[in-house]
């Protein structure tokens, strides 16, 4: 562990390579294609995560990553090294799972010192680093304890000290909040984020989590079936999906394709409208009619869902079945008559309807 590591400091690492760059990398299990062609790089440092549905391929990423996989086709480099036929242990890479894989047989000092056992380094060097390892992850006074006289957040943050004790290039996650529950998990989710700011190791994080994904990575990679749809920062593929699986995917949406586009947006193709950006009004109401750059449809509430904070509404156009959803925020805009049966007019920016590819 750096010494910017124990001041809570973020370190900057010197290479200039990406930490990850995967060129055209390809793994078929027999006929299926558990990821196809991906072009990957994680820059030195960042918070990155792989988000998709089951089966899209994210877990087989890692893998191949870690070196527990060898591609079928492709390169993959790790700061500036190839290691495409490289095994794990000769990777600079550490990996943490959902279920911890403590050694039960261990105090957590030992657990968290293991590495430095195996790479035969001397027994108060070990402790030293292990206790200074533990106290990163806020767990100082726990050393003499064995895993099963822990909480699973607990246990998470030792495996999490335990990866990190040799400073690794980089650190693979796999689902590792997946097994605990909400609140905990949040609370695991801010100490992650701290932990990767405090060491500036380069985290690389798979998830079906969408919020946790997007709250927690600098960048990330959205998959679907293996393929990487699309890369870049939380905000700009929520506003910016680039494909409509990423629309459909990220948050909500209304999709609109063919005649229903021209119809909602006077436009051919395929476009978004986020149901945050959706206004709704009584016709006749002062707001009710389109300002500048406004588009204003008509119609009818079906359905009305208060979902916490927000109430979601569903409303059917008039002249077809075509149908929008909209989200109102209930602690500020103003109570109405949003009531199923009630006409409305919804109204929307023309650049909060924005196109996207297929
Ligand atoms: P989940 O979120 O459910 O873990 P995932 O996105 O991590 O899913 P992978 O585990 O990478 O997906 O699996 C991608 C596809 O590859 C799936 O169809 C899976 O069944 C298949 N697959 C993964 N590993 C193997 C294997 N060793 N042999 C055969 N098929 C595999």
């Not at 870690?66 to 480099?77: C, D, H, K, M, Y």
Request: glycine share 8%; net charge neutral.
């Amino acid at each position: 562990m750096t010494e910017a590591a124990r001041t809570d400091a973020r370190p900057v690492r010197t290479t200039a390579a990406p930490a990850v760059r995967l060129t055209a990398v390809t793994k078929e299990f027999g006929p299926l294609r558990a990821v196809d062609n991906a072009e990957l790089t994680l820059r030195e440092g960042e918070f990155f995560s792989l988000l998709g549905p089951s089966g899209s391929g994210k877990t087989t990423l890692l893998r191949l990553i870690a070196g527990f996989e060898r591609p079928t086709s492709g390169r993959i480099e790790l700061a500036g090294r190839e290691v495409t036929a490289l095994p794990p242990s000769r990777r600079d890479v550490h990996t943490v799972f959902q279920d911890y894989a403590l050694f039960p047989h261990m105090t957590v000092e030992q657990n968290v010192a293991y590495a430095l056992t195996v790479a035969g380094v001397r027994k108060s060097e070990r402790l030293a680093r292990a206790r200074e390892a533990l106290r990163t992850v806020r767990l100082d006074d726990h050393g003499p304890r064995r895993p099963v006289q822990l909480s699973g957040g607990q246990r998470q943050r030792v495996a999490l000290a335990r990866a990190l004790i040799d400073d690794p290039g980089l650190l693979l996650l796999d689902e590792p909040l997946g097994a605990l529950d909400l609140q905990l998990r949040q609370e695991m989710q801010r100490e992650l984020k701290r932990i990767q700011r405090a060491t500036g190791v380069t985290f690389l994080l798979v998830t079906h989590d969408q919020e946790e994904a997007l709250t927690l990575s600098d960048r990330l990679a959205v998959l679907d079936r293996g393929r990487i749809e699309q890369t870049g920062p939380p905000l700009e593929i929520y506003d910016r999906p680039a494909t409509a699986f990423v629309a459909g995917f990220i948050g909500s949406t209304n999709l609109l394709r063919d005649q229903a586009a021209v119809r909602v947006t006077g436009s051919p193709g395929t476009y978004s409208i986020r149901p945050e950006r959706i206004r709704i009004a009584a016709p006749d109401g002062p707001d009710g009619t389109p300002g500048p750059g406004e588009r204003c449809v008509p119609g009818r509430i079906t359905e009305v869902a208060h979902v916490g904070a927000h109430t979601r509404v569903v409303v059917r156009l008039d002249g077809g079945d075509d149908q929008l959803t909209a989200l109102r925020l209930n602690s500020t805009d103003p109570p109405d008559a949003a009531r199923p049966g009630s006409a409305v007019h919804l109204l929307w920016n023309v650049n909060d309807a924005f196109p996207v590819p297929g």
